[in-house]
């Protein structure tokens, strides 16, 4: 007894090490991290420290360009573009974090089901096929234009998008486990299915959904900057990066940084994520050390 | 083969009946279409009469049944805005699309699937590493703000490109390239991406085979080994990638064009969900998604060709 | 000086000090040490040895196909004169294929899927011949090859798919293509290994024929000392990537110079059956199978049905406690499929199976908890049969808590098993990946033991081990079933290790068992004709006897 709980205390020592060696070489995984924390700290002192009201108007520095005393110039209005950007930062944010994990949750109850219940499945991913046949944006705008733009029909909409994708590897995995030696000697010690499913398959599919969750969430970001942008995403008033560039569409040959300044920012943290995603996938992936042999 | 095409056409009913249906639905719950049509000021029996003549006193099954049979003919309805016929609305704005479709389809595998398979022809190499990153980059610009970004170089800056606008081809082939340009190139850069990306995870798959190493042990030179073994075998994921990537290209069509002002479907959208123009955006969707079930089943009869294991 | 003097002729190849190095970090340094060895023409050269002895890296360096993580860093390789280690990629180039042939072990895998079969035997033809027009159109050259191995009807076969043809055929296009313009030599890497015996015995035959007609020398890639026997004028024996041993393949099977060699050829089953224990007529049965059937539904459509495939077919078998009984068959047999069955891992279409046993320690009442406890399973790929995500205690103690043991005492039990099958009581806190393949089975053993079955089944369960881990395994299990009273229904398609663990034996064929009986009575005189075609098939049959 003694010896066991002592040697799982080695296990637990020996396993990690290998995993903060792959840490330490995994550029894309730590690179994405420290730009995505830098995000979150310009969120919080944006939100704490008021560095600029973004709804200060001040009406003699209209479409100031870029300078100084505004980083990313001005608008219409002489507001400060970086200040909005910095404020942008948590709602853009938590759009995406919002819609991937929703995606993904949907998406794993649904492959889950398809894959382990072979009954469901036809039913099941004829209805994914049929979700996929609809382009992201139209799923959005439709949803949009009939509930009324809010944060949750926003989430919601761009959530709807990912769950087929979703769904699809969580059953294909299912699938091939289904077939793995190790999930049949479950079957033979007597597992019932709920715990195959739950201790076997999941944990097996966790990595692979963590890895698409990123990108997912970096997809949902860009989708909600397209809305908004185009004028079918969040309300207005809501600083979003989105709605900031929409603001700067007609003015673009005068005043350009309207929308290029906060687009370098959006596609700067959506890079990150994506870099993350990348990281995360070398980080999971066994290949990676196969390659290294 | 006849036969493989017909079940892949069969196949596709049932999306195509799925899509039908969330499309009609989602007419019923934008509201009450009368109501749009004829105002606030519309007097009860004005209504009843308008209900009885567009049918939607009926039953919602028969409701569908009429709607769907209409749409099979073309009769998408009436614009709430413009009172024109949606599908004439639309098919006036299809030129912008197709064109600006089929140049970014071609454009983008024209440079894509050579990036991919040199990135993995140069695997672990600075070149590789270049090729990925830039697609890592690719994925993160949205296309809106790579649009921005050519207006503001080639147009604004450099005055080499028309800003914005489209001419169609009767003006002309060279004018109609010179608009194109920019607006391909911009809804490109995510294609590109993606199709590169896995062209290049495919060849590098198909690299690691073994009758790779068949081909190499009888001598073959890597060009030949490329051409003949590694494109050959590679092609049904970079076929596959394609035909899902339409729809980013549908996606694509509906920010670039809105982006570069060209008069097309996408335009179109934007301009009746802001007017909240409920039968056309229908239409578009509907229009959108059969194109993608469409394409992509083309493209499953194009794999079945390239891969002999998938026709039995 | 008195080899020369043996071998008048020059030789095809010299291998002079060849040195292989691994990439850092790696178990060892060299892949391949100081390796040196000659083949002259008309001679077929066997390479033996275990997985990650260095046989297949050092073909591969021959053929300038080594991974590039690998380098050769020291010694020549001479082809006619020349160093094949210097001379450039498009010299190299023109030798693949041409003077230099190659055929590898996977045949499934070996050609290229999206190309029709003839035209691959004809790239070899395009690569370094010019092809003229009438040639290309008529292909005499590609028929006549395929019609040198023996290809029945080359002109149809010619427009196949790879996947359209059956593993002994792909492995004869793939020869075909190493043949097509008389190479010097002939390098064949496990090239029979994915075959059945039976096939397998075709395509040894193949070789040999081929290479006694033309002045093809042959480097034989293999682990099976049986396959040396049947096929190999010299032996090369590596260990650790070094030659322990080298000689004329008689010398060297009768009386092996070193103590690898002489312990590899004892870890070989012998051809003796073991103990023959007696079993008493009043012993119970355990498993008794009636008329069993499995068929498959092909995949048709409601308007074309196609005939099911019957995978099992009106089988029937009886085990007495204490027995073990050996399934033998090749591939599509169908002997997997009884094991499944009796497993209750896919239903039969027909058919009864009956386990008795006593259920005095059952707690839970379900009939399936009821099977499992009777009924336990040894899977073949030890990588794949425990979860690589949870530790070898959690998969240990899954069955047993299942069963309603409570967890101390399940740790407990899995401690003492672990060390009944020869592993530390600590391995129960380590993970999958960090034991051997052997490891590995021994804690798939001591897992189905914890559900203190009746009846064991082995489905191929040594077949992924090296020969002397085999017969480890081998003696564990023949320990277990002295010690514990089990049945152990074995199901393998090696010859040799079902004559030495089993008492009686039955051979499928087709989904049929075409013969059951005592084993010494089977192997010594097979009355059914397969049995009789399956024996002789087998590589090195008649010579340890």
Known sequence: ??????????????????????????????????????????????????AADPQAMTTSERLHPPSLQHWFGTDRLGRDIYARVAFGTSASLA??????????????????AAGYFRSIDMLIMRVMDGIMAIPGIMIA?????????????????????????????????????????????????????????????????????????????????????????????????????????????????????????????????????NLLGDGLRDQFDPTTEKTMR | ?????????????????????????????????????????????????????????????????????????????????????????????????????????????????????????????????????????????????????????????????????????????????????????????????????????????????????????????????????????????????????????????????????????????????LARDFPVIQCVIMLFSFTYVFINLAVDIIYSLLDPRIRN | MTEAAACPQKPVLEIRDLSIALPPGSDRAFAVEDVSFTIHPREIVCVVGES???????????????????????????FSGRDLLKVSPAELRELRGNRLSMIFQEPMTALSPTMKVGRQIEEVLRIHTRMSRAERRTRTRTLELMRLVNIPSPDLLSRRYPHQLSGGQRQRIMIAMALALEPALLIADEPTTALDVTTQAQILEQIKQIQQRSNTAVLFVTHDFGVVADIADRVVVMQHGKIVEQGLAREVLQSPSSDYTRSLLAAIPGLHNRQSRALACDVPEILRIDGLSKSYASVGHFLRRHAPT?????????????????????????????????????????????????????????????????????????????????????????????????????????????????????ALGRYPHEFSGGQRQRICIARALSMEPQLLIADEAVSALDVSVQAQVLALLARLQHEMQLSILFITHDLRVAVQISDSIAVMHQGRVVEHGPALEIFSNPRHDYSRRLFNAAPGWNWTD
């Open chain 2, 1 to 273: 083969m006849l036969r493989f095409i017909f079940y892949r056409l069969l196949g596709a009913i049932p999306v195509v009946g799925l899509v039908s249906i969330a499309v009609f639905l989602f007419l019923r719950m934008a509201g009450d279409p009368v109501a749009s049509l004829l105002g606030e000021n519309a007097t009860a029996q004005q209504v009843a009469e308008i209900r009885h003549a567009m049918g939607l006193d009926r039953p919602v099954m028969m409701q569908f049944l009429s709607w769907i049979l209409h749409v099979f003919q073309g009769d998408f309805g009436i614009s709430l805005v413009t009172h024109e016929p949606v599908w004439k609305m639309v098919s006036e704005r299809l030129g912008a699309t197709l064109s600006l479709s089929l140049t970014t389809i071609v454009f983008s595998i024209l440079v894509a699937v050579p990036l991919g398979l040199f990135a993995a022809r140069h695997r672990k190499n600075w070149i590789d590493r270049l090729i990925v990153s830039f697609c890592t980059a690719g994925f993160s610009v949205p296309t809106f703000v790579v649009g921005y970004l050519l207006v503001w170089l080639f147009s604004i800056k450099l005055q080499w490109l028309p800003a914005q606008g489209y001419a169609s081809l009767d003006r002309g082939v060279g004018d109609w390239i010179l608009h194109l340009i920019a607006p391909t190139i911009a809804m490109s850069s995510v294609f590109i991406v993606l199709i590169a990306r896995i062209t290049r995870a495919g060849a590098i798959e198909v690299l690691n085979e073994d009758y790779i190493r068949t081909a190499r042990a009888i001598g073959a030179s890597e060009l030949r080994v490329f051409r003949l073994f590694v494109l050959r075998n590679a092609a049904v994921p970079i076929v596959t990638i394609i035909g899902v990537g339409i729809g980013i290209v549908l996606t694509g069509v509906v920010v670039t064009e809105t982006v570069f002002n060209l008069p097309g479907v996408g335009r179109l959208t934007i301009e009746s969900v």
């Open chain 1, 141 to 273: 705008i439709a949803t949009i234009s009939v509930a009324g733009a809010s944060i949750t029909t926003v989430v919601l909409a761009i959530a709807v998008h990912d769950v087929p994708r979703i769904a699809r590897l969580v059953r294909s995995s299912v699938l091939s486990m289904r077939e793995e030696p190790y999930v049949e000697a479950a079957v033979m010690l007597g597992s019932p299915s709920w715990s195959i499913v739950l201790r076997h398959m999941l944990p097996g599919i966790l990595a692979s959904l963590a890895v698409l969750g990123t990108y997912v969430a970096a997809n949902a970001m860009l989708l909600e900057a397209t809305l908004s942008f185009l004028g079918c995403g969040l309300p207005p008033d809501i600083p979003t990066w989105g709605n900031i560039m929409a603001d700067g569409r007609i003015l673009f040959r005068i005043a350009p940084w309207i929308i290029l300044f906060p687009g370098a920012v959006l596609a700067f943290a959506v890079l990150a994520i």
């Open chain 1, 1 to 50: 007894m003694i010896t066991v709980a002592q040697n799982e205390n080695n296990a637990a020592g020996v396993a990690p090490k290998a995993w903060l060696r792959r840490l330490r070489n995994n550029g894309n995984l730590l690179l994405g991290a420290a730009v995505l924390i830098l995000f979150l700290i310009v969120m919080v002192l944006a939100h704490l420290l008021g």
């Open chain 1, 95 to 112: 759009v995406g974090a919002a819609a991937a994990a929703l995606g993904c949750i949907i998406g794993t109850i649904f492959g889950l």
């Open chain 3, 52 to 78: 990650g002895s260095g046989k297949s890296v050092t073909s591969f360096a021959i053929m300038g196909l080594l991974a590039s993580a690998l380098k050769p860093v020291g010694g020549e390789i001479l």
């Open chain 3, 310 to 426: 019957h995978a099992v077919d009106n089988v029937s078998l009886t085990m007495r406690r204490g027995e073990t009984l050996a399934i033998v068959g090749e591939s599509g047999s169908g002997k997997s499929t009884v094991a499944r069955c009796v497993c209750g891992l896919i239903d039969p279409t027909g058919g009864m199976i009956e386990i008795k046993g006593s259920n005095r320690n059952a707690r839970t009442g379900t009939l399936d908890i009821e099977r499992h406890r009777l009924v336990q399973m040894i899977f073949q790929d030890p990588n794949r049969s425990l979860d690589p995500r949870w530790t070898v205690g959690q998969s240990m103690i899954e069955g047993m808590r299942n069963l309603g043991v409570s967890r101390p005492q399940a740790i407990e039990r899995a401690g003492s098993l672990m060390e009944k099958v020869g592993l530390q009581k600590s």
